[in-house]
């Protein structure tokens, strides 16, 4: 069965550095969202994705966060200088056009230092 | 406003018993969905069912249904037959809006449930 793929599981980084959360959607989906889980807390949406744009995003989703699809399969979410309150479960999901049912991916931890 | 209130922050249940999670919803949009992911300690975000508003019928897959109450806006899940491995943290979410296509979702903040033998 198709599924959603994150990578890195876990990543670390330092307060101020740059870091890029990888995310291999379902193949035949169209719209792509990262949402984020700080821990203990509920998940919380930050931004959607179709067609090669932004369709929506949250008032998390500051300049400090982008999103891009640099090819067919990749969905990339990256966080240009991260601040310790970045630290989260961070979960893409796609859906779609017909259903509006979102797969999540198994999320990237990230931990800012 | 909560958009999604799960006012139970545990439940216990032993195993082979029925479970019903709460979740109640806030929308003024005719048009939504509702849905119940699990979350395992692991950490993965599994979908489980979806409602949407103009369903007739309740949702049901295998051991999971879903209540939809809607004139209460409430959207309860119940698990037939407890197994040990149904223990984890399970979030009410809610789509308005639109039928279909793109949609955020909004989250409740989840029931931990556990399961003993």
């Known amino acids: 069965e198709p599924e959603v793929t994150q990578t890195p599981s876990h990543q670390v980084t330092q307060m101020g550095q740059e870091v890029i959360l990888r995310c291999v959607p379902i193949?035949?989906?169209?719209?792509f969202y990262w949402y984020r889980q700080i821990l203990g807390q509920k998940v919380e949406f930050l931004v959607s994705?179709?067609?090669?744009?932004?369709?929506?995003k949250s008032e998390i989703f500051d300049d400090q966060f982008s999103v891009e699809r640099p090819d067919g399969s990749n969905f990339t979410l990256k966080i240009r200088s991260t601040k310790l309150e970045d630290s989260a479960m961070y979960f893409c999901?796609?859906?779609?056009?017909?259903?509006?049912?979102?797969?999540f991916g198994p999320g990237t931890r990230l931990t800012v230092l | 406003a909560q958009k999604i209130t799960q006012t139970q922050p545990g439940m216990f249940v032993q195993e082979k018993e029925a479970v019903t999670l709460d979740c109640t919803y806030d929308t003024s949009d005719p048009s939504y969905g509702l849905f119940w992911y699990k979350q395992p300690s692991s950490g993965e975000m599994i979908f489980l069912i979806y409602q949407g508003s103009y369903d007739q019928q309740n949702a049901t897959e295998g051991r999971y249904s879903l209540n939809f109450q809607k004139a209460r806006k409430s959207a309860n899940l119940v698990i037939s037959a407890s197994q040990l491995g149904d223990s984890a943290m399970y979030f009410c979410?809610?789509?308005?809006?639109?039928?279909?296509?793109?949609?955020?979702?909004?989250f409740g903040k989840g029931t931990m449930l556990l399961v003993s033998p």
């Open positions: 999901a796609s859906n779609r056009g017909d259903t509006d049912t979102q797969y």
């Open positions: 979410a809610m789509r308005e809006g639109k039928d279909s296509g793109y949609s955020t979702l909004t």
């Open positions: 994705f179709y067609n090669n744009e932004i369709s929506e």
């Open positions: 193949s035949n989906h169209l719209y």
